[in-house]
């Protein structure tokens, strides 16, 4: 009978950990940023950026290989690190139905195909989820923990025991300031150095409370939350950064610019490069002045370019073609769907789609988030971070 009884504790243990002081993985990851980590919000909008077609989703176990909005064959790569520190399911997406009550304790989803930094981001997909308002969005969860846990133990489970992730950016330059004929007129009136830092000021005002903040006004907001009421605002103390990565090697920039499959695009690299510049610097100086915060950089760049540079040392074939997608020389015009043409062994290749990394690369690149050393994650990494 004792036998019994003390299975019955580990086993309710195990399920509440909560409730019996057990802190081995992440509790709840809350995820920002575009298409690359998207777990299906733009499903419920009306966007010309969906992934709820196949064959996307192909290799995602836990949909039995449906699509479920993931701009990838399987998990992405905040699913993937997610699963590294130990989270037990992944983070639901903000607009589906289903997010609600406890199941927002494992984290939430904000991401959105098509988002980004700036407001006027992605407009050429009609809807999408721009970085101020998932901050909005997130601000609804934070009322709600407050509700489910009491108001001091959601900032406890916020500060201690939570992830914040955001992977965006790169729209600002593919989708906005690159963008052919939409963004034609902007280039020739703002440099690549005023929009680079129209970018920081604003993700430092997404990120925190600064004096230019206080002086923004903001009129986009749905639920009407003051501007300075962001993400360290909020709670948040354990935050990752994603830089842009080299946006200039993905098929669909390497196709429409007819470049030789070893070689790069220059310009939106370059573009890239500036802006990780002035991104590193901002992130030490949150660091350096928001107590308690500890904001890491994941250098995707370098570990992209690690991958392409080196990829056959790593298990892969092609670092120029899409798996699945049509159109020109690395099938980078037309976007992976039922028709679309798709590659055989889909480990072997580094893109899914003509802007999208498979799950074997989400895979390389996670791995060395969550246990890399500072040249690819900084000041600590991301098992250090879930530590502090």
Known sequence: MAMKLGWVVVVLCTTIAAVCGGDEGMKASFVFGDSLVDAGNNNYLPSLSKADIRPNGIDFSASGGQPTGRYTNGRTIADIIGELLGQENYAQPFLAPNTTGRVILNGVNYASGGGGILNGTGKIFVNRLGMDVQLDYFNITRQQLDGLLGKAEAKEFLMKKSIFSITIGSNDFLNNYLLPVVSAGERATETP??????????????????????????????????PWQRLYS?????????????????????????????????LPNQLAVQYNSQLRDMLTELNDNLPGAKFVLANVYDLVMELLTNHRSHGF?????????????YQGIIPCGPTSTMCDDRSEYVFWDPYHPSEAANLFLAKYIVDGDTRYVSPINLRQLLEL
């Open 234 to 266: 909020l709670d948040a103390r354990k935050v990752v950064v994603a830089n842009v990565g080299p946006i200039g090697c993905i098929p669909y920039q390497k196709t429409i610019n007819k470049v030789k499959e070893a070689e790069c695009v220059g």
């Open 193 to 226: 150095d005023s929009f680079i830092d129209s970018l920081i000021i604003s993700f430092r005002s997404q990120l925190t409370v600064s004096s230019s903040t206080l002086s923004h006004v903001y009129t986009s907001c749905p639920t009407h939350v003051a």
């Open 317 to 329: 074939r092609t670092t120029s073609y899409a798996c699945c997608g049509d159109g020109g020389q």
